[in-house]
């Protein structure tokens, strides 16, 4: 109640986001929706639909945010519709629209309710930015408390990440086509470089045509199949596709007892090699310049210009 949060039963009391939640930081709306989400919110899901004469194709599906109001306050529901539609909006999800309807019964004390609907577009970006997790870019939200939307919305999450990855390649591809074709480069030249079909470069350079996504057979649930073979608890298999040095400033992180080796937000770390290597070194140095130099620690977190110079 502190927080916010409403007393009693939620259909019958005139509630809204809590105000401290608009001048919250970033992390805590993305954590305050998350949890939010875990509970009652919309389940992704990534189906196979057949085609007549046709191959099959991925469908996003994502069911509206619902929740039942008193009739008397239906106002006040649609104004908390909207709000959390305007949270929403603002980590990537884009949302069709808000609207109230009749649910067409009536409870034991005579008192009627109408269901709340914020509904979602059913396209990549709002799948993605519903389902990946904290810490990537363009994350956005992702569930907690609820082990099974978590599940899906990982897989899923992982899927979309694919075929986004894909869609953004295609796109440099036919910025780079355009731009060889104006240097004088042949079509089947540039098809060559890119690894593309010469039609396709063909109808970009000759013809005017917009790249729109290009054509992959890969399919969400013979995907999932295939990436969790041999793994469990929501690991899966993936590509390296290149190692590098990078610098960020916050990093979310978990302990393993048996292995020191794990992912944090994409990248294969070590939770305690630099310390144990680095502390002995450091206390011999200590002794040798005692008096002569000082060494201490730097806090990366709050130094970060001075973490990114020297890596």
Same mark, same amino acid.
């Given at each position: 109640?502190? *927080? !916010?949060?409403? =007393?009693?039963?939620?259909?019958?009391?005139? $509630?809204?986001?809590?105000?401290? &939640?608009?001048? @919250?930081?970033?992390?805590?709306?993305?954590?305050? &929706?998350?949890?939010?989400?875990?509970?009652?919110?919309?389940?992704?899901?990534?189906?196979?639909?057949?085609?007549?004469?046709?191959?099959? $194709?991925?469908?996003?599906?994502?069911?509206? /945010?619902?929740?039942?109001?008193?009739?008397?306050?239906?106002?006040?529901?649609?104004? &908390?519709?909207?709000?959390?539609?305007?949270? *929403?909006?603002?980590?990537?999800?884009?949302?069709?629209?808000?609207?109230?309807?009749? %649910?067409?019964?009536?409870?034991?004390?005579?008192?009627?309710?109408?269901?709340?609907?914020?509904?979602?577009?059913?396209?990549? %970006? +709002?799948?993605?930015?519903?389902?990946?997790?904290?810490?990537?870019?363009?994350?956005?939200?992702? $569930?907690? $408390?609820?082990?099974?939307?978590?599940?899906?919305?990982?897989?899923?999450?992982?899927?979309?990440?694919?075929?986004?990855?894909?869609?953004?390649?295609?796109?440099?591809?036919?910025?780079? =086509?355009?731009?060889? @074709?104006?240097?004088?480069?042949?079509?089947?030249?540039?098809?060559?470089?890119?690894?593309?079909?010469?039609?396709?470069?063909?109808?970009?350079?000759?013809?005017?045509?917009? @790249? +729109? +996504?290009?054509?992959?057979?890969?399919?969400?649930?013979?995907?999932?199949?295939?990436?969790?073979? !041999? &793994?469990?608890?929501? /690991?899966?298999?993936?590509?390296?596709?290149?190692?590098?040095?990078?610098?960020?400033?916050?990093?979310?992180?978990? #302990?393993? @007892?048996?292995?020191?080796?794990?992912? =944090?937000?994409?990248?294969?770390?070590?939770?305690?090699?630099?310390?144990?290597? #680095?502390?002995?070194?450091?206390?011999?140095?200590?002794?040798?310049?005692?008096?002569?130099?000082?060494?201490?620690?730097?806090?990366?977190?709050?130094?970060?210009?001075?973490?990114?110079?020297?890596?």
């Amino acid at each position: 109640m502190v *927080l !916010g949060a409403p =007393a009693g039963r939620k259909t019958d009391a005139e $509630y809204g986001l809590p105000g401290w &939640l608009g001048g @919250a930081s970033e992390l805590v709306q993305r954590e305050f &929706l998350a949890a939010y989400l875990g509970g009652d919110g919309p389940k992704v899901d990534i189906r196979q639909v057949e085609r007549e004469k046709k191959l099959p $194709y991925n469908s996003v599906n994502i069911n509206d /945010l619902e929740f039942h109001k008193n009739e008397r306050l239906a106002k006040s529901g649609m104004e &908390l519709a909207t709000s959390l539609a305007r949270l *929403l909006e603002s980590f990537g999800v884009r949302v069709a629209k808000v609207f109230s309807e009749d %649910e067409g019964v009536v409870w034991k004390n005579g008192r009627r309710s109408v269901i709340l609907h914020v509904r979602f577009k059913h396209d990549v %970006e +709002t799948a993605f930015s519903l389902t990946r997790r904290i810490g990537y870019v363009y994350c956005r939200i992702g $569930y907690v $408390y609820c082990r099974q939307k978590q599940a899906v919305a990982e897989a899923a999450g992982e899927f979309l990440a694919r075929i986004r990855r894909r869609r953004e390649k295609w796109q440099v591809n036919y910025a780079m =086509a355009v731009q060889w @074709a104006k240097a004088g480069v042949g079509v089947k030249g540039i098809a060559d470089k890119l690894g593309v079909n010469a039609g396709t470069v063909w109808g970009w350079v000759k013809e005017g045509k917009k @790249a +729109t +996504t290009n054509y992959y057979k890969e399919k969400f649930r013979d995907w999932v199949v295939g990436v969790e073979i !041999g &793994l469990k608890d929501g /690991l899966m298999w993936d590509i390296v596709d290149g190692v590098g040095e990078v610098f960020l400033p916050k990093v979310a992180r978990i #302990s393993v @007892a048996a292995n020191h080796n794990f992912i =944090a937000n994409g990248f294969v770390v070590h939770n305690c090699g630099p310390c144990k290597m #680095s502390a002995p070194v450091l206390d011999q140095l200590s002794e040798e310049y005692a008096g002569k130099a000082v060494i201490f620690k730097v806090d990366v977190d709050k130094e970060t210009d001075l973490a990114a110079r020297f890596g």
